[in-house]
């Protein structure tokens, strides 16, 4: 997009998951969610930095002063996707396999540094994907996902304690959604 003569080449890869960002949608039209949901939100999110080296990396492709290193670094993002992307889409066809990711041993606080994330709005996801999974522990992640939102906020220096009846939230509000929704699997 400039006259630079060298560029780096950066890219992401991005799946929406219809079910997850209905429900996401139903939550908006109720609250403002931030960021706000549109036709274009996704619900995973990720790159080479993240599935691959385990970090927030935002590229990992050497800069690109000819044709040779775009083609080079053309091959390097086919081979991840090959790899890794489209092999972890297919895997997250599965919401079993998605909610374990995300709500199993390993409880993500935040999707933040993480090998993906779920697009904005992670603490009411995780929630929609647990419930769609049929997750028999949902009460014990609906509390652990509170405690998560109390303890970074406590380490921001702005401490509260989130309001489990206020409809105006959007933890609550989704919650309140999901009692009428029944697992897809």
């Not at 492709?61 to 290193?69: A, G, I, K, T």
């Amino acid at each position: 997009v400039d006259y630079n003569p060298i560029q780096k080449i950066r890219y992401s890869f991005y799946k929406r998951i219809n079910a997850i960002e209905e429900i996401t949608n139903i939550v908006n039209q109720k609250i403002k969610l931030s960021p706000p949901i549109d036709k274009n939100t996704v619900s995973l999110a990720f790159g080479y930095g993240g599935l691959v080296l385990g970090k927030n990396v935002d590229t990992y492709l050497p800069e690109c002063s000819n044709e040779n290193d775009i083609i080079e670094s053309t091959k390097a993002i086919i081979e991840f996707a090959e790899q890794y992307a489209l092999p972890l889409f297919e895997k997250t066809n599965d919401l079993v396999f998605l909610d374990n990711e995300i709500n199993g041993k390993i409880f993500w606080e935040t999707d933040w540094q993480q090998k993906f994330n779920l697009g904005g709005n992670f603490d009411i996801k995780r929630l929609i994907i647990a419930k769609l999974a049929g997750n028999p522990n949902f009460e014990e992640i609906v509390d652990k996902n509170y405690k998560a939102i109390e303890k970074a906020s406590e380490e921001s220096g702005y401490p509260f304690t989130y309001n489990r009846n206020d409809l105006s939230m959007p933890v609550p509000c989704v919650l309140e959604i999901l009692k009428g929704v029944q697992p897809l699997t």
